[in-house]
C-alpha cells in the first residue's frame, strides 16, 4: 500500500469542450508495494518478518507506529484531494466530496485502531523468560490482562472496520486440540505444575504447533478472546486470550492449534508476560515466539492494506464519474482524465 496516495498534479487536458481548472488522478487498483513499506500485503506469513527471536516488543509498537503514520498519510491526501474538488468550477462534486469524507473516516478509525494497539504492547524481549544459554527458563508468567485486553479491542476494531468496508474476514482452520503434560507444547507458553519450566522437547513442538498454525484462525482467535484469572484448567479446555493470561498448571492443554498459537503471540505482543522453556531448548522456543507474532502482524497487515484499498477505489471510482457543464449546459465526464499513482 502507498504511503503516498495522490501524486503531484502535472497538466493535463480537460474533457473537450469543457474546460476545468481541476484534474483528477488516477486512483488505481494498488499491486503490491516494496517489502520495505509498512502496509506491504503478504498472501500469507510466510516471508514477513518484523520481529526476530531476538527482538523486543518495543519492535512490535514501532511497526504499529509506522503503519499509523502511512494511514495518516493517506488520510492527509484524501483531505487535500478533497479541497481540490470542492474548488473545481462547472462540476458537480457533491457525490465525490461524500464518498472522500466516508473513505477519510475510515482512516481515521484505522489509525486509533493501530495506536490502541501500539498502546498495549511491552517493552520487554518478545520471548522473555526463556533462558540466554543453555539453561532452563525462568517460570513462566502471565501477560497483563489490561494490556491483552486492549490488544484485543484494538483487533476487534480492525475487523469491523474492515467487513464495513465489504473485506472479506476469513475464519481460517482451527485445527486440532492440543493435549497438555509437562513435555508438550502447552507447557513452553504456560509451563507446567506453579508454571516451572517444562521438560524436554516441550519447545520443538511449540516451535511445530505455531509452524503449522493458520494466521486467519489465529487473529480470529484474537478477535474473540477473553481472558483469565488465576490457574489456567488442568485439560484443553483453554482459549487463546485464557493462555496468554491465566497462570500454569499440570496438564494444560489447548482447545485448538489456533487457539495456542494466537495465545503465544498475544503474550509476546503485550505486557509482562514470559515463556519458559527446557534445558537446550531455548532456541526452539524463541522461534516459535517470533514466529507467532509475525503471522499475527503479517495477517493484519492484508486486513488494512484492503480495507484502504477498497476505499480507494470508492474514490477512484467516484472521481472518474465527475460530471463537468458548460453555461450552456452541456455536460461531459472527467473519467479519462486520469493520472498514474506513485508509490513509494
Same mark, same amino acid.
Given at each position: ?20 481548472? &481541476? ?24 516471508? &514477513? ?21 502511512? $494511514? ?8 487535500? $484531494?478533497? =479541497? ?11 457525490? !465525490? ?16 485502531? !493501530? ?24 517460570? *513462566?508468567?502471565?501477560? +497483563? =490482562? ?46 507446567? *505444575?506453579?508454571?516451572? *519450566? ?22 480470529? =482467535? ?10 489456567? +484448567?488442568?485439560?484443553?479446555? +483453554? ?14 492443554? *489447548? ?38 507474532? +509475525? =503471522? ?49
Amino acid at each position: 500500500l502507498p504511503t503516498s496516495i495522490i501524486a503531484p498534479l502535472n497538466p493535463l487536458p480537460s474533457p473537450p469542450p469543457v474546460p476545468s481548472p &481541476f484534474t483528477p488522478p488516477l486512483l488505481q487498483s494498488h499491486s503490491p508495494p516494496a517489502p520495505s513499506s509498512p502496509l506491504s500485503a503478504v498472501g500469507d506469513a510466510l516471508g &514477513f518478518n518484523v520481529v526476530k527471536s531476538d527482538d523486543n516488543r518495543s519492535k512490535v509498537g514501532e511497526h504499529f507506529k509506522s503503519i499509523g503514520d502511512g $494511514l495518516k498519510n493517506t488520510k492527509d491526501k484524501l483531505d487535500e $484531494l478533497s =479541497k481540490q474538488i470542492v474548488s473545481t468550477s462547472n462540476a458537480d462534486t457533491k457525490g !465525490v466530496e461524500a464518498v472522500i469524507q466516508g473513505s477519510s473516516k475510515v482512516i481515521t478509525k484505522l489509525v486509533d485502531s !493501530v495506536t490502541k494497539l501500539a498502546g498495549a504492547v511491552g517493552d520487554t524481549g518478545i520471548a522473555e523468560g526463556t533462558d540466554a544459554g543453555a539453561g532452563a527458563g525462568d517460570n *513462566a508468567v502471565a501477560a +497483563n =490482562k489490561d494490556s491483552v485486553k486492549a490488544f484485543i479491542e484494538g483487533i476487534k476494531d480492525i475487523i469491523e472496520i474492515s467487513e464495513n468496508s465489504g473485506v472479506n474476514i476469513k475464519k481460517g482452520k482451527d485445527g486440532t486440540e492440543v493435549a497438555g503434560g509437562d513435555a508438550t507444547a502447552p507447557a513452553a507458553l504456560v509451563g507446567k *505444575a506453579n508454571a516451572a *519450566a517444562p521438560d524436554a522437547n516441550s519447545g520443538p513442538k511449540l516451535a511445530e504447533e505455531v509452524a503449522k498454525a493458520d494466521p486467519w484462525a489465529m487473529i480470529d =482467535k484474537i478477535k474473540n478472546a477473553k481472558t483469565k484469572d488465576g490457574a489456567l +484448567n488442568g485439560d484443553a479446555n +483453554n482459549s487463546a486470550g485464557e493462555l496468554a493470561t491465566g497462570t500454569g498448571a499440570a496438564n494444560v492443554g *489447548a482447545k485448538s492449534n489456533a487457539d495456542l498459537a494466537a495465545a503465544v503471540a498475544l503474550k509476546a505482543m503485550t505486557k509482562s508476560g514470559k515463556f519458559t522453556n527446557a534445558a537446550n531448548e531455548t532456541g526452539a522456543v524463541r522461534a516459535a515466539v517470533s514466529n507467532a507474532v +509475525n =503471522k499475527v502482524l503479517g495477517i493484519l497487515n492484508v486486513i488494512i492494506r484492503k480495507t484502504v484499498s477498497s476505499n480507494l477505489d470508492k474514490v477512484r471510482e467516484a472521481v472518474k464519474g465527475i460530471k463537468y457543464s458548460e453555461s450552456g449546459g452541456t455536460e461531459a465526464s472527467q473519467s479519462d482524465a486520469t493520472q498514474s499513482v506513485v508509490i513509494k
